[in-house]
């Protein structure tokens, strides 16, 4: 569990010629003479001085990147208590005048600001200046339905290019955007858009997936049903259907040549509205503002990933997951984006690395299982498509176990930069990741980011270097939630994040900080593994267990039961025709006992025929605990926010069986 000393070669290096090709490094270069941060020291001395000059290093940022402000700040933070920081007072501006600031130049005008390809065509460009055109038309639209500053719109949608004009125009406007993915059923949707009242929905006929059309309705008229505040309905004939009574054509909406009128509003004016996976109550409804996700977003995209308008920006994500937010953010730096609309499986495993040499994906963003996935179902990456365009895969969603690294670097290319990132819904961005200047070594995310100040505490909110603590950030970050949605004295909010560590960001996940200052993670904190005093992150049974062929994914838990003792079974859903007998028990017993500890071989072994996950596809951990104390199914966890409620009834079932 503490890092290995000495340290082993790392699995990847920047040559001396991509770091100075990289933009962090003429910004530390550029900031060094204007603001005073180290010129030397590299990225180590860069990160020191952004968390010790909070202050400069966000006015930097803003300078950098030319960030308009239609008023002027005051100062950079106002206030800096968490929670509660107020970040550039007294200024103003507009998130989309930010994402189309592309189109301006007459020499992009033409170029891709979106590619759009799904299962069944070829990418399909929009143009900066169409896209800035559907912008223009819908936000004007908007404002003829009377959509104000503050209002909410709604998008039941995939990803599509229409969902990035309708989240643009509705920034524009001033409104504050919220979105669900379309195969989300009705319970799901009303359980988050209900709680904040949105006036107008965006809803699509049905999506494309697995090779299948999925009609959606009846959904989007259950939907339309239980959301009294809707002035509007917009339609998107996806599936080529005519717009149901009383609702509006996305065609008419977005024909129009209106130039785009963008409202200036506050800095910590609402922008959107995120969802936590809600799985033992309703979600909470995180609101982030325009300010803080624009410089958020420009420093984590500009000079964590690199990006600029060469640039082509591909990430594995539906709109009901914070990584489409992240993803649409890609326009900020010029980036053309890459909207993929379909199953990450279809027709095959290898189906996203098509993606990405059709795109010519020069980042390549999915999660950590789908890396998995495609090492357990012998997929080559580098021998069957041409990924000469990407240089760097990053991987979030959960940790990835250190032979995902390995299988990245032997299957895609040795010269690859594997950006294993971690942060979250709340803050929409990373606390720790990808930094283009630092070498990979296996397991780890490579720094914590700029402006985070990143700590491991001990229960006594001591600091710890190479042993496991509770992850903490210490000071405020320009994306952390304004608020939560109907949250009115900030209660909610404050023991989200506040109860454990007053004034300390508290996030719930078990992380190392290593001695050569990179980060581990080892999975939530209230789902830790505590066997005789010994604390395990779920993550480390995970990359352990599942690198055995018979095992396709697993889940652990870990109970205490009212006599004192600590029950730890392992649940485990197998490959196809693989059988849990008592030699592959043995073998899962003697990987657990020698590749982590002998205190967490789990008390039983037992075969479930899936693995239960959040709509987001995070394993459900909380409550299956729940569940194995006794906790009924309804008490136990919101249906609304599970894959397939099913799957839990077994679990509800064990812990009838065990009383």
């Not at 290898?350 to 999660?367: D, K, M, N, P, V």
Request: with cysteine; proline share 8%.
């Amino acid at each position: 569990m503490t890092s290995a000393t000495p340290q082993p070669a790392p699995l990847w290096q920047p040559s001396p010629e991509r770091i100075a090709a990289a933009r962090i490094t003429a910004f530390q270069s550029w900031a060094a003479e204007r603001y005073g941060a180290p010129a030397d020291g590299g990225y180590a001395a860069l990160h020191r001085w952004s968390v010790d000059e909070l202050d400069t290093f966000w006015r930097a940022v803003a300078d950098w990147f030319d960030v308009r402000f239609t008023t002027p700040y005051e100062r950079v933070l106002g206030d800096r208590a968490m929670p509660g920081a107020e970040w550039f007072p007294g200024a103003t501006l507009n998130y989309a005048e930010h994402a189309l600031r592309a189109a301006e130049d007459p020499a992009r005008a033409a170029d891709a600001a979106l590619l759009y390809v799904d299962e069944t065509h070829d990418p399909e460009p929009v143009t900066w200046a169409e896209l800035r055109r559907q912008v223009g038309a819908l936000a004007a639209r908007l404002r003829e339905l009377g959509v104000c500053p503050g209002d909410r719109v709604s998008g039941y949608v995939p990803n599509i290019p229409q969902a990035v004009t309708a989240l643009l125009a509705t920034a524009a406007v001033g409104a504050v955007w919220t979105s669900c993915a379309s195969d989300f059923g009705a319970r799901s949707v009303l359980d988050r858009f209900q709680q904040v009242e949105p006036v107008v929905l965006f809803t699509v006929d049905g999506y494309r997936y697995g090779g299948k059309e999925h009609d959606r309705r009846d959904t989007v008229t259950e939907l339309r049903a239980e959301l009294p505040s809707l002035r509007a309905v917009v339609h998107i004939p996806l599936l080529g259907t005519e717009a149901p009574e009383g609702a509006l054509s996305w065609d008419e909406l977005t024909a129009g040549t209106d130039e785009p009128v963008f409202e200036a509003v506050p800095f910590d004016h609402p922008l959107w509205v995120l969802y936590s996976s809600g799985t033992t109550g309703l979600p909470k409804a995180i609101v982030q503002s325009q300010g803080g996700i624009l410089l958020e977003h420009l420093k984590q995209l500009g000079l964590h990933c690199d990006l600029g308008p060469e640039d082509r920006f591909f990430w594995y994500t539906s709109t009901g997951w914070m990584m489409w937010n992240f993803l649409v953010s890609g326009l900020l730096t010029g980036t053309t984006v890459v909207l993929y609309d379909g199953s990450p499986g279809y027709p095959e495993t290898g189906a996203q690395w098509r993606i990405a040499e059709r795109t010519r994906a020069t980042l390549f963003g999915t999660s950590a299982a789908y890396v998995m996935a495609c090492g357990k179902a012998d997929v080559h990456p580098a021998r069957d498509h041409d990924l000469s365009a990407v240089k760097c895969v990053a991987t979030t969603g959960s940790p990835l176990p250190p032979d995902g690294f390995r299988w990245l670097h032997d299957e895609v290319a040795e010269d690859l930069w594997i950006a294993s990132v971690s942060g979250g819904t709340d803050v929409c961005s990373c606390f720790a990741g990808a930094v283009p200047t630092l070498p990979v070594h296996i397991g780890e995310l490579q720094a914590p980011c700029l402006g985070t100040d990143l700590q491991s505490w001990d229960p006594a909110g001591k600091p710890l270097v190479g042993e496991v603590g509770e992850l903490v950030v210490t000071n405020p970050m320009p994306s952390m939630p304004i608020h939560f949605w109907n949250d009115p004295d900030g209660s909610r909010y404050r023991d989200s994040y506040f109860e454990m560590f007053p004034g300390a960001w508290r996030h719930g996940d078990w992380i190392t900080i290593t001695d050569h200052g990179s980060v581990i993670i080892h999975g939530r904190s209230d789902s830790t593994l505590n066997r005789q005093g010994v604390r395990m992150g779920s993550a480390d049974i995970y990359e352990a267990v599942e690198r055995l062929p018979e095992i396709k994914e697993s889940l652990v838990i870990g109970l205490e039961e009212p006599n004192g003792g600590y029950w730890m079974p392992l649940f485990v859903h197998l490959a196809p025709g693989a059988a849990l007998d008592d030699d592959l028990r043995a073998r899962i017993k003697a990987t657990i006992r020698e590749q982590l500890s002998p205190r967490h071989v789990p008390d039983e072994i037992i075969e479930v025929p899936a693995i239960p996950h959040t709509l987001t596809g995070k394993r459900i951990e909380v409550p299956v605990k729940r569940l194995l104390q006794g906790t009924p199914l309804a008490k136990a966890v919101n249906p609304g926010s599970v894959d397939n409620l099913d799957l839990l009834r077994f679990y509800e079932e064990l812990a009838r069986t065990r009383r």
